[in-house]
């Protein structure tokens, strides 16, 4: 085996151009598989560093019409968490809470914020971590943080006396008190945890109540040695129903256990769906990079039949010569592989530098660690073997001594082979084209979705002023100072505040009862949000009938809200909304005003009832700042900064962006579908070129002296050219009839991705096809070229 192996790099040394090509083809192939095998491994495969993470479970009440969501998890009252975890020890061998949060930390002399996990105090117990050095946050005298092993080693230089160093967080001192364990940055797949603070010390006012009010967490527990998730689903219902709801929150309805390894439950669909399809044009890519080396192979094995004719003439086997051949494919897709894999160590580096602007860092580890690669290299043997075959068992079926004689005839299946192999190239390069097409359309669409309000030179910040020890009402005083330094602002034309922005705010939604025909009644959800004055008008959002907020709705005068069309039509279909009373968010509010539809959650939703609450009346500690512009947008951010640190140099600005940005963001999955898949497409289309190149002078090659009797004969050029550019049509006609049929299951597959684009879109079929037959015309047209410069006289000498 390892004189094969050296007699094959031998061989490929001695054919440089066509290994360069080979190469170059499977290290797109194989790099781009790679990346997206990286991907799976780091979303679905790699485990929490946890003891036992198979046990782990996120705890969910279910209540009907209630929905509360944070980065797909559900979330809970933090009380209601600590009821919960003083009953549950029956149920579950712990529970515990946490919830990531951006904190404004001082650190080495430098302020900023960062990415913390509030958690309560037993979170590392019931995670069973022990820490790199220190203690638990709640084992010591003072209020104590932990903070990561990466800060620890990074930007403290993993100094031995860290523990009892004094931190400053979100305007508040701390002391270190611990050091999390190495590897371990959290427990949500993909956001990065540096610093781990106290629950019951995260939203505690200054000298006010001891417990948090506000403050929303998931809960996970680990479930008891011989329990399942059902009988501890069964037993956590029968506790959190025997409790008091708190408030006016409807009764739980149950308690479901989801997987705390791994993506959440509501994340892991959609990025099913969006890996899937990633690994599907990575491995048509490799496909067609398999089929190109298969067809260049099969070409080269036609010149090495006298070769091969003499081996089996002297007595070696056809099992061995066809080994022989098969490890030269295995090394040339071993130089490929290893190509490929320096492509895709290249591009992961680049996926840290994706940040979205929700204000916690993230990272995905899609290291090439031991599994990806073996993973790869079990690709590579495949494409090999697959690549392989063909032409090995091709260039050992001839007869031998009919060959040395000279008149020997190549089997009819190698010329239907290769112009198989180039079909199938060509059928391959349009799913991706027309892929790339759909994924293009539904970027257009995206963009010009409608969100109901104007975008265009709006910047937008968030303020978290409950960890500084601010509440409601100092809140409201601070908001209403920096409104009127914003306003008097020239880079700025119009200041207001709402509780979260458009398209990126955790919206809560409740069940409001809805009057149906014939009687009765069923429950609308619907969700909701703040809204201050000013609000409406500096995002333009169109006033339907009725008024916005003034000053006048303060929190002393009648509860208000504003609703949408959808929410409008639905409680009150046939009238006007206006003057009608609802009860949401604790209170009976009037109508004053109806205002259009809009996008709430996401570009592609479905319309929804959504409600508007004045901020005066519906204040709390966290609230986002707006701000339009008068000239570039950068100039009022600075602004916006400025005003907040000269009013609290403690209070931090969190995630100061465009909210023309923030929407753009929205559209992520869609960008790099259309990049990724536009870019292999066009890397397919090329390799397809290649192979209908490749086929077609193989073939004016193999048949130049029948081309010169032709036009010795009296046949013109044109003729020539023509035979040859139908035989290029007819492969091309025949591969892209397949592709088409491909391409339209892909883009079925991908729908929920394509914000309506239909998957038979006729303007991306029509346009993927043309461009595929322009290259194909042009890839054929070339060897074509050749036959006028045969020699007639040659052809008739020779014969």
Known sequence: MLQDFRYALRSLRNNPGFTAVAVLALALGLGATTVVVSGVNALFLRDLPVSSPDRLYVVNEMRRGVTNTSMALPVHP???????????????????????????????????????????????????????????????????????????????????????????????????????PRGFDGTFIGLVGEFWIPADLYWRPTGGDARPRDLQVTMFGRLRAGATPRQSESALTALAQAMPGGGPAPAVTGVRLEPLNGLPRMARGPFIGFMGLLFATAGLVLCIAASNVAGMLLARATYRCGEMAVRLAV??????????????????????????TVLAYWITTLVPAIQPPIGIRTAFDVSLDRRVLL????ITMLTGLLAGIAPAVH?????????????????????????LFVGAQLAMSLVLLVAAGLFVRALQRGLAVDPGLDATGVVMGSLNLGPRGYDATRTRLFVDQLLD??????????????QWGPLSGPYRSVGVPRPVQGGGETSLPVWYGTAGVGYLELLKVPVVTGRTFTAADRAETEPVLIVNQTMARALWPGGSAVGETIYLAGARRVVVG????????????APMAFAFLPYAQYAGTEVTVYARARGAVEDALLALRREVAALDPDVALEQPRSLASQIAFLLLPQRIAAGFIGAFGLVGLLLAAIGVYGVLAFHVAQRTREFGLRLALGATPGDLIRQVLRQGSGI????????????????????????????????TLL??????????????????????????MAALRYE
């Open 78 to 180: 933090y009380e209601r968490y600590l009821a919960l975890r003083d009953v549950a020890a029956d149920a579950l061998d712990g529970l515990a809470a946490f919830r990531y949060v951006p904190a404004f930390v001082r650190l080495n002399s430098e302020a900023r914020t960062r990415s913390a996990i509030v958690a309560s105090s037993n979170y590392f117990e019931v995670l069973g971590l022990r820490l790199a050095a220190g203690r638990f946050f709640d084992h010591g005298p003072g209020p104590g943080i932990v903070i990561s092993y990466e800060v620890w080693q990074r930007e403290l230089g993993g100094a031995r006396d860290v523990v009892g160093r004094p931190l400053q967080v979100d305007g508040r001192m701390f002391e270190v008190a611990g050091v999390g």
């Open 315 to 340: 007595g070696a086997g056809r099992g061995r010569i066809i080994r022989q051949l098969l490890t030269e494919t295995l090394a040339l897709c071993a130089i490929g592989g290893a190509a490929g």
């Open 375 to 378: 993973v790869a290299a079990g």
């Open 395 to 419: 260039t050992t079926g001839r007869d031998p001594i009919a060959t040395l004689r000279g008149t020997g005839v190549a089997p009819a299946v190698s010329s239907r082979a290769r112009n």
């Open 485 to 498: 330094r914003l306003n008097g602002r020239p880079e700025i034309a119009a200041a207001a505040v709402g």
């Open 594 to 605: 109806v205002v259009r539809d809009g996008r709430y959650r996401s570009l592609d939703e």
């Open 732 to 763: 091309m006609l025949a591969g892209g009839a397949a592709g088409l049929v491909l391409a339209l299951a892909v883009g079925w597959l991908a729908r929920s991705f394509l914000f309506g684009v239909p998957a038979a879109d006729p303007a």
């Open 767 to 792: 346009a993927g096809s043309l461009v595929l037959a322009g290259a194909a015309l042009g890839a054929s047209y070339i060897p074509a070229r050749r036959v006028t410069r045969v020699d007639p």
